[in-house]
Structures are given as C-alpha cells and as structure tokens.
C-alpha cells in the first residue's frame, strides 16, 4: 500500500510536472524481518526540523542552490518568499512557451539511490515512498554534515495537512468528503501507524547504523557518531516519520527508472495552480533502471515499453540509436541526460507568479495531500453514495424491493458501475451513465423484467438479458424521464443535508476569512477555517447544479 498517497473518494489520478508519482509503494522482498509492536519512547514531541525563520532559510537554500550548480537568470525568473505563500517563483520578464527558465543538475537531487543509506534501502528491497521517507530522515539526522543541508534547511517542519490538524479543526470539513464514511484522513493515520510498525522499527532494528543521534536537535546541530537504539531517536519516532511522510508527499517528483520518487531542489519551489500551471520539468527519463545508464550504453538487458516500439532489447535499442548519431555531439547528449530542465508550457506576464501544477486534482485531494485549496477549482468532485441513492428510490417503490434490486445489478459492474459503493459529479453536475442506467433499472424497469432479469440463472446469461433489455435505451432518454430525474434530485438534497451550514452562510464566511488573513495571515486557524470553507463552497456549488441540471430536465 502507498500510505502517503491515499486515494480520496473519487479523485483524479495525481500528479507533479508530466512526472507522475502515480506508483504503488513496493513490497519488500528478501529477507523477512520480524514485525515489532514497540513503538519509541517519545515524552515530547520531536522538535522543529529548523529553528530558523523563513527569510534565514531562504538565505540558505538560496546560497546552496548556486552553489550546487543550479542555473536561473535573475533577469528571466525571480525568488522571493512572503508569509502568505512561502519561497515562491515571479516572472522577472514576459516568460514565452518552451524556453527554459531552470536547469537542475541530477546529482543534487536527493533519492533512496544516492543518499546515506542507499546500500540498506537497496538490500531491503524498499521502493517507491517509503525509501524516499526513509532517505529524507537520515540525511535530516546528519545535519549540516549532510550534502542536502541547505535545501533541508528551506523545508517546512511538515506540511498542514488535515491529519495534523486538531479535532475542532477536523469540523471544518464537516459534511465534506473528507469526513464521510471512512474518513481518508484518519484511514492515512492508522496506515501509516502500521507501516510504522511493521516496517520503519524492524528495519531500525537491524540496521541499527542508521541512528546516529540520540537525543533531540535541529539541523543545525552537529551530528553524532554514537549508535543507539531505535526507541531513543526522535529523528526517526512516529511523529518525525509523519513529519517528513506528508513533505515527500507533497514535493516529491518521479525523474526516472532509476531514480524513481526524489526530492527535486528548486523544482518544488513552484506554487500549485489547476489547470493553468506555467512550467513543466522535463529530462531524458530513458535511463537503465538498474544502473542510471542511458538505454544501450550498458549491458543489462531490459524489455522497455515505448509509445512508438511496443517491445524492445536494450541491445536493439542501442543499435538503433547508434544509426541515427552519426551526427550528433554523443558527448554533449550525455551531458544533457544528467540535467533536468523546467520549461515554459504556459506564457507569464513580468511580475506574475510563476506555478507548476501537481495534477488535475480537486480541492479535497489537494486539501488531503498538500494542505490548501484554491477558489474555483475546475477539478472539484462530488459523490453521492449508493445508499442515499437506495433510499430515495426505495420511497418510489418500497425499501426492500430498492435493496434487492440495486444489489443485484451492482453484480454488473461494466453496466452499473458502483464498484465503489458511490457515483461521482463533477462541475458539469451530470450523472455518469453509470448512475443512470442503475436508477433506470430500479424505479423504471417493472417487476416482471426484473424478474426475468434474475431468472437468468448464471451471472453470464443475466447480463446478456439486462444488456438486451437496455440496448434500446439510451442516456438520453433517460435522462428526460421525470422519475429518475427525481431520484437524482432527491438524492442530491439529501447528501446537501450532511452539512452544518448553506453555501449562503459559507460564502458569508469565506468573505470574513479573507478579510481577517489580510490582516494576519500566519494565523494557522484562520488558514484552516479558509480552506475548509473554500471545500465546502465548491461542493455544494456542484450539488446545487445537480439539482438545477435535474429540475430542469423533470
């Protein structure tokens, strides 16, 4: 399981840049460790990543990004930081499509293959997420001995994401789909607990090289030679390991095979935008995921996907692009796959602020993983669950008779969908076909056909006679048909009740939010309150047009 990257009910696949961490955690192999209940002796919480303020720490990791071999033109992008959006990128000139405005070199990017630890990640067989969570950890224990100090140091302690937030926060998202069912939120804490658990203190454990320092310190703090037990570190306790989870979460980028998810310098200092991001990072991704050579110029022999070559060696791959060098500079290639680039995908005005995008993703997932929403979020998502759906119908036609069908022709998921016990709008508010045809088939369709729907025996022979009987029947049509349009109406006035509040009285508030964070917007609180209502407006804005679509249409 990917504890950092739990799936928000109906969200959209996720995403930073065109390099999308979208990949399950890796399951360990090799050696079993034996799981541990013990969970480190912590009686304070651990202390801030950095005791600096943020313009000491933008300093900082200004003075080692050009020392690391970064290169921007101050006259092409600028940056800067304010306590409203943090370290932040500015247009310094009119910024046209497909030039680049950043070059990173590779080697100062941090993964689970060039830090500290690398030979035990690598014996352990850990990938994905966690390696990276683990590397981040250690090379934040070292401190200023660590390569990566400067860029550590311009970090926040953790990101504020909803699992930190306090219980009287957490009722802010009230009604929202962060906080029906299951709540994601507290599912990411029990996950992550147990991955805590079962993998981080084993392997402690083991490894107990890893621990150099036992006792409480900021990055700035020298390092210590001593090995300890795990239970004694705050560098690697449960909460630091929450800490650090939610900033691999939010800024790490997937650059290639060899690498996979990384800690990406200056690349992360971008702001989110939906939909209307500026820059992209690109590389030469065509890397021998075993050793980071480029494909052909080793001797591993990788079965590779490409979109115009289905399959091919690595041998053929080398011959085929050994024919089309004949002229060209192999050296300067080379040098260019080392180099990542952040490239103009949408033009900026001088002085705008310049933004990357994490993926299409609405304001409940960017709420759950980043910790902020913004106004107006094309991405946002509603879902009304199959039992509000049930019952609705089952005042149509009875409670038990709406059970008995909808269970049934939730059977045919590639007819009704509803794999996950609930159907999704987006801002177009209209129901997914999926959704019509199962509201159709339990208000609609009679009694006889549905009996006869059941009388099919195996599940084969009955979704030949349901995809019969629907075959002359088209969204459209039912679409226009009074009573499930009803459904959807009632259905979507019941899931409007779960809030504490009308769209009235959030947007009321949104205003006297904006105009307190004005005044002080380093306020945690007020940030929270903000958010939340930002949520909660977006949703209730689609319910409302699924009502209008709906009305309209009966």
Same mark, same amino acid.
């Given at each position: 399981?990917?504890?950092y990257?739990r799936?928000?009910?109906?969200?959209?696949?996720?995403?930073?840049?065109s390099?999308t961490?979208?990949?399950?955690?890796?399951?360990?192999k090799?050696?079993?460790?034996?799981?541990?209940?013990?969970?480190?002796?912590t009686?304070?919480?651990?202390?801030?990543?950095?005791h600096?303020?943020?313009?000491?720490?933008?300093?900082?990791?200004?003075?080692?990004?050009?020392?690391?071999?970064?290169?921007?033109?101050?006259?092409?992008?600028?940056?800067?930081?304010?306590d409203?959006?943090g370290?932040?990128?500015?247009a310094?000139?009119?910024?046209?499509?497909?030039?680049?405005?950043c070059?990173?070199?590779?080697?100062?990017?941090?993964?689970?293959?060039n830090?500290?630890?690398?030979?035990?990640?690598?014996?352990?067989?850990?990938?994905?997420?966690l390696?990276?969570?683990?590397?981040?950890?250690?090379?934040?224990?070292?401190?200023?001995?660590s390569?990566?100090?400067?860029?550590?140091?311009s970090?926040?302690? &953790?990101?504020?994401?909803?699992?930190?937030?306090?219980?009287?926060?957490?009722?802010?998202?009230?009604?929202?789909?962060?906080?029906?069912?299951? /709540?994601?939120?507290?599912?990411?804490?029990?996950y992550?607990?147990?991955?805590?658990?079962?993998?981080?203190l084993?392997?402690?454990?083991?490894?107990p /090289?890893?621990?150099?320092?036992?006792?409480?310190?900021?990055?700035?703090?020298?390092?210590?030679?001593?090995?300890?037990?795990?239970?004694?570190?705050p560098?690697?306790?449960?909460?630091?390991?929450?800490?650090?989870s939610?900033?691999?979460s939010?800024?790490? &980028?997937?650059?290639?095979? &060899?690498?996979?998810?990384?800690?990406?310098?200056?690349a992360?200092?971008?702001?989110?935008?939906?939909g209307?991001?500026n820059v992209?990072?690109?590389?030469?991704?065509?890397?021998?995921?075993?050793?980071g050579?480029?494909?052909?110029?080793?001797?591993?022999?990788?079965e590779?996907?490409d979109?115009?070559e289905?399959?091919?060696t690595?041998?053929?791959?080398?011959?085929r692009?050994?024919?089309?060098?004949?002229?060209?500079?192999?050296d300067?290639?080379?040098?260019?796959?080392?180099?990542?680039?952040m490239?103009?995908?949408?033009?900026?005005?001088?002085?705008?602020e310049v933004?990357?995008?994490y993926?299409?993703?609405?304001?409940?997932?960017?709420?759950?993983?980043?910790?902020?929403?913004?106004?107006?979020?094309?991405?946002?998502?509603?879902?009304?669950?199959v039992?509000?759906?049930?019952?609705?119908?089952?005042?149509?036609?009875?409670?038990?008779?709406?059970?008995?069908k909808?269970? &049934?022709?939730?059977?045919?998921?590639?007819?009704?969908?509803?794999e996950?016990?609930?159907?999704?709008?987006?801002?177009?508010?209209?129901?997914?076909?999926?959704?019509?045809?199962?509201?159709y088939?339990?208000?609609?369709?009679?009694?006889?056909?549905?009996?006869?729907?059941?009388?099919?025996?195996?599940k084969?022979?009955?979704?030949?006679?349901? /995809?019969?009987?629907?075959?002359?029947?088209?969204?459209?049509?039912?679409?226009?048909?009074?009573?499930?349009?009803?459904v959807?109406?009632?259905?979507?006035?019941?899931?409007?009740?779960?809030?504490?509040?009308?769209?009235?009285?959030?947007?009321?508030?949104?205003?006297?939010?904006?105009s307190?964070?004005?005044?002080?917007?380093?306020?945690?609180?007020?940030?929270?309150r903000?958010? /939340?209502?930002l949520?909660?407006?977006?949703?209730?804005?689609?319910?409302?047009?699924?009502?209008q679509?709906?009305?309209?249409?009966g």
């Open positions: 399981k990917q504890w990257q799936r928000v009910r109906g969200v959209n696949k996720m995403k930073k840049s390099n961490n979208n990949e399950s955690t890796k399951k360990r090799g050696k079993e460790i034996e799981p541990t209940t013990k969970t480190p002796r009686t304070t919480p651990p202390p801030p990543l950095v600096l303020p943020l313009s000491e720490r933008f300093a900082i990791v200004l003075e080692w990004l050009k020392k690391n071999g970064v290169i921007w033109e101050q006259s092409v992008i600028e940056l800067t930081c304010s409203d959006k370290i932040h990128i500015l310094a000139k009119d910024l046209n499509l497909d030039e680049i405005v070059t990173i070199p590779k080697k100062i990017i941090l993964s689970k293959k830090c500290g630890i690398a030979s035990i990640i690598e014996e352990e067989n850990i990938g994905g997420g390696a990276l969570t683990l590397s981040v950890m250690y090379e934040m224990q070292k401190g200023k001995e390569m990566w100090y400067g860029y550590l140091a970090l926040p302690e &953790f990101e504020p994401l909803p699992m930190f937030w306090n219980p009287e926060e957490f009722e802010y998202l009230k009604g929202t789909e962060l906080s029906i069912g299951s /709540s994601p939120i507290t599912q990411d804490k029990e992550m607990k147990s991955d805590y658990e079962t993998l981080i084993p392997l402690l454990k083991s490894h /090289s890893i621990i150099t320092q036992p006792t409480p310190t900021s990055l700035s703090s020298s390092s210590s030679s001593k090995k300890i037990r795990a239970t004694d570190s560098h690697f306790c449960f909460e630091r390991f929450c800490q650090v939610s900033l691999v939010s800024r790490a &980028f997937r650059v290639d095979d &060899f690498h996979e998810d990384c800690m990406v310098p200056f992360d200092l971008f702001n989110h935008l939906s209307a991001e992209h990072m690109e590389s030469d991704d065509d890397v021998c995921g075993l050793c050579c480029a494909i052909g110029e080793c001797d591993h022999e990788i590779i996907e979109d115009e289905e399959h091919e690595t041998k053929e791959k080398k011959e692009k050994n024919k089309g060098k004949e002229n060209e500079s192999l300067k290639e080379n040098e260019r796959r080392e180099l990542l680039d490239v103009i995908v949408k033009t900026a005005k001088k002085a705008e933004f990357n995008t993926g299409e993703l609405g304001n409940a997932t960017l709420l759950t993983k980043y910790g902020f929403t913004h106004p107006d979020n094309p991405f946002d998502t509603i879902n009304i669950d039992e509000v759906i049930e019952n609705v119908c089952g005042n149509i036609i009875g409670q038990k008779l709406a059970r008995e909808i269970e &049934f022709c939730l059977q045919f998921k590639k007819v009704f969908g509803g996950d016990r609930y159907y999704e709008f987006g801002r177009d508010a209209f129901a997914e076909d999926f959704m019509l045809y199962l509201i088939a339990v208000v609609v369709v009679d009694n006889n056909e549905f009996k006869k729907w059941k009388k099919g025996g195996k084969a022979v009955s979704k030949k006679i349901i /995809s019969a009987a629907l075959s002359s029947v088209n969204t459209e049509m039912i679409m226009e048909n009074s009573i499930v349009s009803k959807i109406v009632k259905s979507a006035q019941e899931r409007l009740k779960l809030y504490p509040s009308s769209l009235e009285e959030d947007r009321t508030e949104l205003e006297e939010l904006a307190k964070l004005k005044s002080d917007i380093s306020d945690t609180t007020l940030r929270r903000y958010f /939340s209502c949520l909660r407006i977006g949703e209730k804005e689609i319910i409302q047009k699924i009502m679509n709906y009305t309209d249409v």
